[in-house]
């Protein structure tokens, strides 16, 4: 890749997709629950006289404020989806045009030697005939320009929708960005209502619209579980993101807004001897994932290594220290012959295999994309300065060749990684891993 | 029985790269909802077979791409049976049917996926790499 080329656009378009459904699925909730305290409030005759008059009065008010909940979070979800698919987009014509600028640049560099080649040849003709008192043969070195032109205005051109790409996926983050934003202002971030509510809630709670309040109680516990767990997600998106942080940190507000509701709603059932006060206490804890999301922004990666903790079946104990993150949050891990990026089954298994015999393993996950190799680690596009980076890092590498681990890496991701390293890279065509028994790289056939 | 012999759970025991096991996305979509366990059960059972063949390859969810797995194309298998390393995500997502023959086998087990013994996996390591 040349040096001045944008890199592929980083992110989870899986991840941000995975959150507006989340959203969508919160907004479904408090849409169903506002359909049965409708029904509630409209009474089926069983409770009779003034207590439940005005209590049927204050309920009214509110299935209202949950359909405007209902549509902020509606709202929240589709500008998550509408940025999950513009990012996915924007990978796509990103990683396109970095392959493109890669074959174009590669030609330009061809027609630009051919030239030179052609213009000391042309030099020594003309040398040749001036001794011999004979005419110049016409100069060949020009027919090379249109190959230079052409091949400079394809590299051109693919930067250009790089740089569109780019500029595609900022848009759309900000987009997303101010459409939460609305949605929070719209009713989300709204703390009114739901005091609105407890107070219309208490009123029942005496009699037998417990049932109904813990209905409320149930779902707003759900709510805030999970908007704390969406506000993870984007804290998480928050890192390759910037835009999006400011969202983390409104989901934040809607699972301690959603909590204290829950709270509340529970607190007012024990307080009539209907509820029970441990459940409170359970409600309370339903506060943890929000406080988490404020954690997040300063150990991202850290949390994404106990997210995305398996069990490690089949992954022997490995000696490894840490050995920091990659700028897109993943774990680095060194040992004495390798570097691992990554915290999944599958790296581990590889790390705790390495003997080194080949080379510095580095244990990377790859991808193909357009039949281009890229590197990736948990479930984002990594740059290869990353992976010199963390091997670099490493105080048990001392600069010599390196064993590539990670599928795909003769497409490309080898040769790149040479070109920052400066040491001989081996790597394979097809998908890889070290063998449990030699440590040896091997190939897997097919794709 | 081979030596290290284990049986596939259905299309999902697919040992293909991401490239080759797209070819089979029409018989995949065709086992879409039709799981009759629940699958977060058959998910944490197939997420938590022990590893054997653990190759470097990212793949991406091919029918809706909702999700990525590191290692995706990697295999698992809790000594009598494998399937690949996104066959959870698969089964979380979409309910993809597995065959009867391995849904009655896990249930005996009340769907605890057993331990494998490092020379049961190298065992299994050798079937699976001799018999592709």
């Known amino acids: 890749m040349p040096s001045d080329t944008l890199p592929p656009i980083l992110g989870d378009p899986v991840a941000v997709g995975a959150a507006a459904r989340t959203f969508a699925s919160i907004a479904a ?9 409708r029904a509630l409030a409209a009474g089926d005759g069983t409770w009779t006289g003034v207590a439940a008059t ?64 052609a213009t000391q040849h042309d030099a020594a003709q003309a040398a040749t005939a001036h001794a011999a008192g004979q005419l110049a043969p016409p100069p060949t070195a020009q027919r090379h320009q249109a190959d230079i032109d052409d091949a400079a205005a394809r590299v051109a051109r693919a930067s250009a929708t790089n740089r569109a790409a780019h ?91 959603s909590a204290q509701l829950s709270v509340i709603a529970d607190a007012t059932l024990a307080a009539s ?23 997040i922004g300063k150990a991202a990666p850290a949390l ?28 680095v891990r060194h040992t004495k012959t390798a570097t691992a990026i990554g915290d999944d089954d599958a790296t581990l298994a590889n790390l705790s295999r390495s003997t080194g015999a080949e080379g510095h393993d580095v244990i990377v996950h790859g991808v193909l994309i357009d039949d281009e190799a890229y590197f990736s680690a948990d479930q984002t596009l990594i740059h290869p300065q990353q992976v010199a980076d963390a091997i670099l890092s490493n105080p048990e590498y001392s600069g010599g060749p390196i064993n590539l681990v990670s599928c795909y890496g003769a497409k490309g ?28 790289l091997e190939e897997s056939v097919g794709r | ?55 470097m390859e990212s793949t991406t969810d091919m029918l809706e791409a909702r999700f990525r797995v590191p290692g995706g194309s ?32 896990a249930s005996a087990l009340d769907w605890q996926c057993p331990e494998v013994s490092a020379d049961r996996v190298l065992e299994i390591d050798d079937f699976l790499t001799n018999s592709k």
């Not at chain 1, 990683?95 to 560099?109: F, K, Q, T, V």
């Open chain 1, 304 to 331: 994404r290594r106990i997210l995305n903790s398996d069990r490690l079946t089949g992954v022997e104990h490995v000696d490894s220290h840490m050995g920091g993150f990659t700028e897109a949050g993943s774990i």
């Open chain 1, 273 to 295: 001897g209907k509820g029970s006060w441990t459940t409170v206490g359970l409600d309370a804890l339903n506060l943890a994932p929000a406080a988490l999301g404020k954690i």
């Open chain 1, 54 to 117: 005005r209590a049927q009065a204050r309920a009214a008010t509110l299935p209202p404020k949950l359909d405007k909940a209902t549509a902020s979070y509606a709202a929240a979800g589709g500008a998550l989806r509408d940025y999950a698919v513009a990012l996915a987009d924007a990978q796509r014509q990103s990683a396109s045009a970095i392959a493109a600028e890669r074959r174009a640049s590669l030609d330009l560099e061809s027609a630009r030697a051919a030239q030179a080649t």
């Open chain 2, 1 to 55: 029985m081979a030596r290290g012999e284990v049986h596939p759970i259905g299309v999902l025991s697919d040992m293909s790269g991401q490239a080759d096991f797209e070819a089979r996305s029409l018989e995949l979509r065709q086992l879409v909802g039709k799981l009759r366990i629940e699958p977060e059960i058959v998910a944490h059972y197939l997420q938590s077979g022990a590893m054997v063949l653990a190759w």
């Open chain 1, 167 to 257: 500029d595609d996926q900022s848009r759309a983050a900000r987009l997303a960005a101010a459409a939460l934003k609305e949605a929070s202002r719209e009713g989300i971030h709204n703390q009114s209502w739901w005091r609105h509510a407890i107070s219309s809630a208490a009123n029942w709670a005496s009699t037998q619209w417990a049932q109904a309040l813990r209905t409320v109680s149930k779902v707003a516990a759900t709510i805030s579980g999970l908007a704390g767990i969406a506000a993870l997600a984007l804290s998480i998106a928050g890192v390759f993101f910037p835009p999006l942080e400011g969202a983390a940190a409104t989901l934040e507000a809607i699972s301690l807004v």
């Open chain 1, 29 to 37: 909730d408090i849409a169903a629950t506002a359909t049965r305290l």
């Open chain 1, 413 to 440: 991701t080898a040769a790149e990684l040479e070109d920052i390293l400066g040491v001989p890279v081996n790597a394979k065509m097809g998908r890889v891993r070290l063998n449990p028994k030699t440590g040896a």
């Open chain 2, 74 to 105: 990697a295999i698992r298998t809790d000594g009598t049976y494998y399937w690949r390393n996104d066959a959870a995500r698969y089964v979380i997502e979409y309910a993809i049917d597995l065959r009867p023959e391995f849904i009655t086998h």
